[in-house]
């Protein structure tokens, strides 16, 4: 946590008299900064941010109401102490003070070991708040890496021999999220290839990921078809599922000594096709109810014949969610016209390019949910 000596603490008022008060008051216990109107205290903050601000509020120019307002309205600044310090004493003013955003509120005259208590109070609050904050970060740094591990870590190896090319992304909208994605050999004519998203963010929706991951796996080993391995995983993910979370997932199983694939999908929505010639289109788009709330009769399938040069999409819905900074959706008619203007080159450049789409859509809004795009594409067996 940090010491309270290394705490900043900048006082903003126009009368040097109250100025030099509380310059006494607290040297020698923080660093301080001295700001004599309302511009010169935004620009100071602007350079480095304090720990505290003692904020007078009748000032000429920008007052101190107006300072805290614009603290707040601030990403940087939205959490930085403010302890109003005024002869403003009706409860109009006082109320006024805290509504803009003020910490604490103090009246002038005032005591000195008055203000050096409260001062001591907030940076001590402060300090805690942050200690808080790191530790949760360090926590989310590692649950992500934990996170990361379980995805496939060498997709080449997976799909050798097998004619296909996959290329794959994740994106967490966090540290940890919900999306998952598996590429795995289940024989030497055999790989699964699935991509799921699980409700919520954070921790707890990386402990369901990983649970729904290690079901899959397990399942897919013991050669069952894509709406087994669904209903399988449903009816396991029932049994404990105390916070009522679920899981969309789409399983597409290819078969090359057949050349053909199957898909079955619970709540998610359907993959992109790409066939030379042809313009993208949405395919597999017959769905069961998402996995993990609720028994289900079973899920519908769907088995396409394979074409050499043909690539599936598959993604989630920080892909056709993703808003502008207009809270416009990027949306499945945008996808397929990126879709529709890339070159079809491999499974990584269609990848890439999605994503790029996603971005420049976005134009800097924040993202909203966890983005994955996964490419898979058939060049035909050797």
């Given at each position: 946590?940090?010491?309270?000596?290394d705490?900043?603490?900048l006082?903003?008022?126009?009368?040097k008299?109250?100025?030099?008060?509380?310059?006494?008051?607290?040297?020698?216990?923080?660093?301080?900064?001295?700001?004599?109107?309302?511009?010169?205290?935004?620009?100071?903050?602007?350079?480095?941010?304090?720990?505290?601000?003692?904020?007078?509020?009748?000032?000429?120019?920008?007052d101190?109401?107006e300072?805290c307002?614009?603290?707040?309205?601030?990403?940087?600044?939205?959490?930085?102490?403010?302890?109003?310090?005024?002869?403003?004493?009706?409860?109009?003013d006082k109320?006024?003070?805290?509504?803009?955003?003020?910490?604490?509120?103090?009246?002038?005259?005032?005591?000195?070991l008055?203000v050096?208590?409260?001062?001591?109070?907030?940076?001590?609050a402060?300090?805690?708040?942050?200690a808080?904050?790191?530790?949760?970060e360090?926590?989310?740094?590692?649950a992500?890496?934990?996170?990361?591990?379980?995805?496939?870590?060498?997709?080449?190896?997976?799909?050798?021999?097998?004619?296909?090319?996959?290329?794959a992304?994740?994106?967490?909208?966090?540290?940890v999220g919900?999306?998952l994605f598996?590429v795995?050999?289940?024989?030497?004519?055999?790989?699964?290839?699935?991509?799921?998203?699980?409700?919520?963010?954070?921790?707890?929706?990386?402990?369901?990921?990983?649970?729904?991951m290690?079901?899959?796996?397990?399942?897919?080993?013991?050669?069952?078809?894509?709406?087994?391995?669904l209903?399988?995983?449903?009816?396991?993910?029932?049994?404990?599922?105390?916070?009522?979370?679920?899981?969309?997932?789409?399983?597409?199983?290819?078969?090359?000594?057949?050349?053909r694939?199957?898909?079955a999908?619970a709540?998610?929505?359907?993959?992109?096709?790409?066939?030379?010639?042809q313009?993208p289109?949405?395919?597999?788009?017959?769905?069961?109810?998402?996995?993990?709330?609720?028994?289900?009769?079973g899920?519908?399938?769907e088995?396409?014949?394979?074409?050499?040069?043909?690539?599936?999409?598959?993604?989630?819905?920080?892909?056709?969610?993703?808003?502008?900074?207009?809270?416009?959706?990027f949306?499945?008619e945008?996808?397929?016209?990126?879709?529709?203007?890339?070159p079809?080159?491999?499974?990584?450049?269609?990848t890439?390019g999605?994503l790029?789409?996603?971005?420049?859509?976005?134009?800097g809004?924040?993202?909203?949910?966890?983005?994955?795009?996964?490419?898979?594409?058939?060049?035909?067996?050797?």
């Open positions: 946590m940090k010491e309270l000596s705490c900043r603490v006082i903003v008022d126009d009368v008299a109250n100025v030099d008060i509380l310059v006494q008051a607290l040297s020698g216990e923080y660093k301080l900064s001295v700001a004599l109107g309302g511009q010169q205290a935004l620009d100071a903050i602007g350079r480095c941010a304090p720990d505290l601000v003692l904020l007078d509020i009748v000032m000429p120019g920008i101190g109401y300072i307002r614009r603290l707040r309205a601030a990403d940087a600044t939205r959490e930085l102490p403010v302890m109003f310090l005024s002869s403003l004493e009706d409860v109009n109320t006024r003070g805290f509504e803009v955003g003020g910490n604490d509120y103090l009246t002038k005259p005032f005591e000195v008055e050096k208590a409260r001062v001591r109070s907030l940076l001590k402060k300090a805690y708040a942050e808080v904050k790191a530790a949760a360090r926590d989310l740094r590692i992500r890496e934990i996170q990361t591990g379980l995805l496939p870590a060498n997709i080449p190896a997976q799909i050798q021999g097998t004619g296909l090319d996959v290329h992304v994740l994106e967490p909208a966090r540290q919900g999306d598996e795995l050999r289940l024989g030497p004519d055999r790989v699964l290839v699935a991509v799921g998203d699980v409700s919520g963010k954070g921790i707890p929706a990386a402990l369901f990921m990983a649970v729904a290690t079901l899959l796996r397990s399942l897919a080993r013991q050669g069952r078809s894509p709406e087994e391995i209903a399988q995983l449903n009816d396991e993910l029932l049994q404990q599922n105390p916070r009522g979370m679920f899981v969309t997932l789409q399983c597409l199983m290819f078969d090359l000594a057949e050349g694939v199957t898909c999908s709540g998610h929505h359907g993959a992109v096709q790409i066939t030379p010639g313009a289109r949405l395919a597999f788009t017959s769905s069961g109810r998402v996995l993990g709330l609720l028994p289900a009769d899920f519908p399938s088995t396409l014949a394979l074409e050499t040069g043909e690539i599936f999409v598959l993604f989630t819905d920080g892909v056709s969610e993703a808003f502008d900074a207009n809270e416009d959706l949306g499945e945008r996808l397929l016209a990126t879709l529709h203007t890339l079809n080159r491999d499974a990584r450049d269609i890439l999605v790029d789409a996603v971005r420049r859509h976005a134009g809004a924040p993202q909203s949910d966890d983005i994955t795009v996964v490419s898979v594409g058939y060049a035909g067996r050797a």
